[in-house]
């Protein structure tokens, strides 16, 4: 499931990657696409994903200043909720997805949920009652 075009990835990972809001200008200069791009092809991109409630803007003099309005691990997050939200038996796509994933991932899952939850692996499965 790909949610962006390859010039809308580009853009957010450079959004992404900078620590400031940025003009489009500077979008431009420094997006990793492969090839030249068009300023006003990255401007209607930028501002189509300023619509679409995935990037905040600010005027700062001419330009539009834009910034991202989720980190890109929020982002994901929230993509990976919609998935499981979405598909028909959430807990069986959850168990696949663990599956599927490698042991160094299954170890930051455990992770997190320990942290999250502040329960041990041993106490976890106890208060799910498995």
Known sequence: ???????EAAIM????DADRALAVREIRATMDYGRDVAYTTVMTVT????????LGREK??????????????????????EVFSGCGDPG??????VEEIS?????????A??????????????AVGD
């Open 113 to 126: 949920l320990t942290e999250l939850t502040g329960l041990r692996p041993a106490d976890r499965a106890a």
């Open 47 to 54: 501002n189509i994903l300023f619509h679409k409630g995935l």
């Open 60 to 81: 700062s003099g001419r330009a539009w200043h834009y910034r991202p309005v989720r980190t890109r691990a929020e982002h994901a997050a929230r993509r990976m909720g």
């Open 13 to 16: 990972d450079a959004l992404w």
């Open 103 to 111: 042991d160094e991932d299954r170890a930051r899952l455990l992770d």
């Open 1 to 7: 499931m790909k949610e962006f075009g390859e010039l």
């Open 92 to 97: 069986a796509t959850m168990r696949r997805f």
